[in-house]
């Protein structure tokens, strides 16, 4: 009996430290969430307002340049003035996603002069016709203005990670509608393998807020209507199972030949001016000859096209990758992300017919592939597929971003990208002279 009043004593005197513990934790964690969630919605809401106005503005470019075929005559000199930008602002025409990726994983604040750069330099792009998408203006506005905001309110050094990825989510967010994917996909593109789910409350609120700042101003997200999704059962998933093996090697070729591309042009047009005036001529001179302006720009229509009418050329996808190299490696700027989807999508809708699938669904299952393999980043894509097509075919879009993400190896399209997960290079494997001569040109 006294026995028991004494076991019974100590398992409330155990209970009470528990609660003193957990009260503890509280009091410290309680401060934090709300700290970070008006950090959050401050970064989400200013995002969301910049993001919005990108977006009309590169809407307005594209408009523009298409009522008036004649500009793109004034590409190579659009070029130079990109250059010349860059200059006057005391920067390399090269700053990019790589030196946003570098400030945060040494946790140094991100260049604020990178916001306006990557406003202009993208509008002239698309305006006068050069192919890019617009992911990468995103990361880096949505960087700099979330890492000015940081030194404005005197924030630790420390707390610079976070604060810089809640703003590229949230930009990316607002610019392309997909609120999900974009706070898991910031977290994830920085270290294969290793995600900060400390981040996670943060970024998911920021780009929530972003994306509603973004509807309540009339961009609405990027979605497509599948025609036909297929049901569950052996041989769709074989068949998506087939595409995916396929654009993982495609999403290899894609990176090491982007690389290859900026490390050549840097070493044979070492003068930025003339790089960009060539690249710019380059890019009017394939335009003529093609007779067409489907690849100028972001190329969203022909996304749209491929997925919703299942209907693309057999030259679309390399055509589209030929345009894309060619601006981003001689100083033009945009992203990389769109062309991607454009690849992917009008890959698909060739091939998917040819192994029995439905061209609008295999355009789909393409597009989530290139952009996992590329950019390495299997949970994301997911989430963006659902986002992008609903969630009537997860299983398939799973199986394409499981395959697509092993087979893809190392190679990204981001030399910055941490990799925590090593895995066999295969991009080394596969394409051995394009991977190794990348490397050592750039």
């Known amino acids: 009996m006294i026995s028991g009043c004494f076991a019974l004593i100590n398992q409330l005197n155990d209970r009470g430290i528990a609660l003193k513990k ?10 934090a969430f709300l700290k970070w969630t008006g950090l959050a919605l401050l970064v989400g809401a200013v995002c969301g307002l910049i993001g919005t106005a990108f977006h009309y503005s590169i809407h307005f470019a594209g408009e523009l340049r298409e009522s ?15 250059v010349l930008l860059y200059y006057i602002m005391k920067h390399q025409v090269t700053l990019g996603t790589d030196r946003l990726f570098s400030s945060i ?5 991100v260049p604020f002069a990178m916001a306006p750069l990557i406003y202009i330099g993208t509008f002239i792009t698309h305006l006068l016709g050069g192919s890019a998408g617009r992911e990468g203006a995103a990361l880096q506005l949505g960087g700099s203005i979330a890492s000015r905001i ?12 976070t604060l810089a990825l809640m703003g590229m989510g949230a930009l990316f967010s607002a610019l392309f509608g997909t609120p999900i994917a974009a706070a898991v996909f910031v977290m994830e593109v920085l270290a294969l393998g290793h995600m900060v789910y400390s981040s996670m409350v943060p ?9 509603g700042v973004s509807l309540l101003l009339g961009v609405g997200g990027e979605t497509y209507t599948l025609a036909a999704a297929p049901a569950f059962s052996a041989v769709p998933l074989m068949q998506t199972a087939a595409l995916s093996v396929l654009c993982a090697f495609v999403s290899i070729a894609f ?6 591309a900026n490390g050549t042009a840097a070493r044979y047009l070492k003068n930025p001016y003339l790089r960009a005036a060539v690249g710019g001529t380059a890019i009017l001179l394939l335009t003529l000859v093609v007779g067409t302006h489907d690849y100028n720009g972001a190329g969203g229509h022909m996304i749209e096209r491929a997925i919703e009418q299942g209907l693309a050329r057999p030259w679309d996808f390399a055509l589209k990758f030929i345009f894309t190299a060619i601006t981003l490696s001689c100083g033009f700027k945009g992203g990389e992300i769109v062309p991607t989807f454009f690849v992917g999508a009008t890959l698909g809708c060739v091939v998917g017919p040819l192994i029995g699938m439905d061209a609008g669904f295999a355009s789909a299952v393409a597009l989530i592939a290139l952009f996992c393999g590329n950019t390495n980043c299997p949970i994301a894509s997911l989430f963006l597929s659902i986002e992008l097509f609903g969630g009537a075919a997860i299983p398939f879009f799973a199986l394409t971003c499981a395959i697509t993400y092993m087979l893809s190896g190392n190679v990204s399209l981001y030399h910055n990208q941490l990799i925590a997960d090593r895995r066999v290079k295969l991009g080394s494997l596969i394409l051995p002279t394009i991977c190794e001569e990348a490397k050592e040109l750039e």
Request: hydrophobic letters at 50%.
């Open 22 to 31: 957990l009260l503890a934790e509280l009091k410290g964690a309680v401060p």
């Open 68 to 82: 008036n075929p004649l500009l793109i005559y004034l590409l190579p000199v659009g070029g130079m003035a990109i």
């Open 105 to 109: 994983h040494m946790r140094q604040p």
């Open 203 to 211: 970024c998911m609120i920021a780009s929530m807020s972003a994306y």
């Open 150 to 161: 940081g030194i404005l309110l005197k924030l630790k050094e420390n707390e610079s990670r």
């Open 255 to 260: 990176c090491g030949i982007m690389h290859l």
